[in-house]
């Protein structure tokens, strides 16, 4: 009864906020208030999120973020597109999408405390800071020398999860892959100092980034591991 309700709730004040703007656009279109639509899809987009947040005494409520996320972004994108006229930003602005399901995912692993979660947000969060640099910069050969970001994001969300876990055998997993992208990224750094575009920088400071990275994580398993008892003296009988 308390999630019918809970619907029943969401639902009506969507509606009630949707029929409200509808009713303005009519009223205000010699202002082309018309261009105020992408709301709806905003509105969907909160309509997500907003049960996501139940997540954390509903469990699976926390689903909601994964398409409540790249919903309320791309409403975000479409708005700034119909009031300024400029529907063109699609092609710089398309890389945010991918950003926002992987903060979908890492939501969802809080609220439905999944470390497991952790491992897609990794891969598609990479990927897409990576697409977001391609896309800007216009340097799609980039690929060529920063693919170590494949094993080094899987790496990361496995040490997520181990950490989370306290499951050596993850942890080693996730030291292994970064290790892995740590010495592809040595390998493509020599190949980047014949690149005179900003990939000189770029490769070499993702090397610095997974050598922080790893050892860090020392630094980490250490402070998490339990101190000993100290040993007790035997008393003499």
């Known amino acids: 009864m308390k999630t019918q309700r809970f619907f029943s709730l969401i639902f009506g004040i969507a509606l009630v906020a949707i029929g409200a703007i509808s009713m303005a656009g009519n009223l205000m279109l010699q202002l082309e208030a018309w261009r105020l639509w992408p709301i709806i899809v905003i509105l969907a987009g909160l309509l997500f999120t907003g049960a996501g947040f139940f997540g954390f005494s509903r469990h699976g409520f926390g689903a909601f973020f994964i398409p409540g996320i790249p919903v309320l972004v791309t409403g975000g994108i479409l708005m700034f597109a119909s009031l300024f006229h400029n529907f063109g930003v699609w092609a710089l602005a398309w890389p945010l999408e991918v950003l926002a399901v992987a903060l979908g995912f890492a939501l969802a692993a809080v609220f439905m405390r ?7 947000a990794m891969i598609i969060g990479v990927n897409g800071l990576v697409l977001g640099f391609c896309n800007l910069t216009g340097l799609w050969q980039a690929w060529a020398l920063v693919w170590p970001v494949e094993p080094l994001s899987v790496g990361l969300g496995l040490l997520v999860l181990g950490l989370f876990n306290r499951s050596r055998g993850t942890n080693m997993a996730g030291v292994v892959l ?23 920088f770029a490769v070499p400071s993702l090397l610095i980034l997974t050598g922080a990275v790893l ?3 020392s630094f980490i398993r250490r402070e998490s591991q339990p101190e000993q008892p100290a040993p007790t003296e035997g008393t003499n009988s």
Request: net charge positive; charged share 5%; proline share 6%.
């Open 215 to 217: 050892a860090g994580l």
């Open 178 to 200: 970064c290790a892995v992208a740590g010495a592809g990224f040595f390998i493509t750094s020599f190949l980047s100092m014949f690149n005179f575009s900003i990939l000189r």
């Open 114 to 120: 999944l470390p497991a979660l952790a491992i897609p």
